[in-house]
């Protein structure tokens, strides 16, 4: 199971830091993604990062903004977003998978895990 937290309402240029917390089976041996999906709009890759966190991958949008990282020790993962913007509205959804790779962020490849969402709010 994956439980997102950490999302909200915040301010154009604001930061807001999402956490993935997992209960059942090990994170760290799983490769773990972000995704997000805003009000009539599709699913979109947000960024992924391998096991050893030597592979990290970002969509263009997010890219010089936002962070991925993970603790395998606590079996946490984290997204922290910077200079939010109003198009980053959304349900942020946590993932596991098997690979790090393009197909992961374009067709959630290997994606075999998805957290309940949880809807981060950018507005003024």
């Known amino acids: 199971q994956l439980v997102e937290s950490g999302g909200g309402l915040v301010q154009p240029g604001g930061s807001l830091r999402l956490s993935c917390a997992a209960s059942?089976?090990?994170?760290?041996?799983?490769?773990r993604a972000w995704f997000r999906q805003a009000p009539g709009k599709e699913r979109e890759g947000v960024s992924c990062?391998?096991?050893?966190?030597?592979?990290?991958r970002y969509a263009d949008s997010v890219k010089g903004r936002f962070t991925n990282s993970r603790d395998n020790a606590r079996n946490l993962g984290y997204l922290q977003m910077n200079d939010l913007k109003p198009e980053d509205t959304a349900v942020y959804y946590c993932?596991?998978?098997?690979?790090?790779?393009?197909?992961?962020?374009?067709?959630?490849?290997?994606?075999?895990?998805w957290g309940k969402g949880i809807p981060v709010t950018v507005s003024s």
């Open positions: 990062i391998g096991v050893s966190e030597r592979v990290t």
């Open positions: 059942g089976f090990t994170l760290g041996s799983h490769i």
């Open positions: 993932a596991a998978g098997q690979a790090c790779g393009l197909a992961t962020l374009t067709r959630a490849y290997g994606i075999h895990l």
